[in-house]
Antibody, heavy 116, light 108 residues
């Protein structure tokens, strides 16, 4: 059974940093591209970042470019999102989601609250 | 970026009703469209991809159709567990993937 489980969310002050993790199991992680998608409270879904397989290609939404870094560790079956210079508008539930292009499996999400 | 609009933004329906949700793209997306269902406090669930292909395990009362810029999700006979918010997503021009604003289906 495919499982994705995010962790690392919490309360952080504006300007602070957090590192999110996504633990994958039940499939050959190294053969799938992965994504982070977020959802602000009461709002819709927003794609955040993408990482391909192997020598990874990465992409970011304009709203996070230069502040967030996506990475993966295939040996640990894990996906990461380093979030720096956090802003109030980054408050959201962050989901990891498995590609291909559409997202066939999602984790339950981890909540990030940016507030002073 | 390709923009997606959904209509209606919300609807009220009864169990057994036929429900249709529309998604319109700002340019042609060549059937590169997915539909998701999301219930409160839960992650989205993939229902349909490539405009009309039903994801494994999704009940056959769900169906997708459309072409070009206009796409539709239909629930042929609404069940109690179908009350949720539905999102369309395009992956034709990727990145960025974009989502529609959502359609909430609630009980009449």
């Amino acid at each position: 059974e495919v499982q994705l489980v995010e962790s690392g969310g919490g309360l952080v002050q504006p300007g602070g940093s957090l590192r999110l993790s996504c633990a994958a199991s039940g499939f050959n992680f190294r053969t799938y591209s992965m994504n982070w998608v977020r959802q602000a409270p009461g709002k819709g879904l927003e794609w955040v970042s993408y990482i391909s397989t192997r020598s990874p290609t990465v992409y970011y939404a304009d709203s996070v470019k230069g502040r967030f870094t996506i990475s993966r560790d295939d040996a640990q079956n894990s996906l990461y999102l380093q979030m720096n210079s956090l802003r109030d508008e980054d408050t959201a539930v962050y989901y990891c989601a498995r590609d291909p292009n559409y997202y066939d499996h999602w984790g339950p999400g981890t909540m990030v609250i940016v507030s002073s | 970026d390709i923009q997606l609009t959904q209509s209606p933004s919300s609807l009220s329906a009864s169990v057994g009703d036929r429900v249709t949700i529309t998604c319109r793209a700002s340019q042609g997306i060549a059937n590169s469209l997915a539909w998701y269902q999301q219930k409160p406090g839960k992650a989205p669930r993939l229902l349909v991809y490539a405009a009309f292909r039903l994801q494994s395990g999704v009940p056959s009362r769900f169906s997708g159709s459309g072409s070009g810029t206009d796409y539709t999700l239909t629930i042929s006979s609404l069940q109690p567990e179908d009350f949720a918010t539905y999102y369309c997503q395009q992956y034709y021009a990727n990145p960025p993937v974009t989502f529609g604003p959502g359609t909430t289906v609630d009980i009449k």
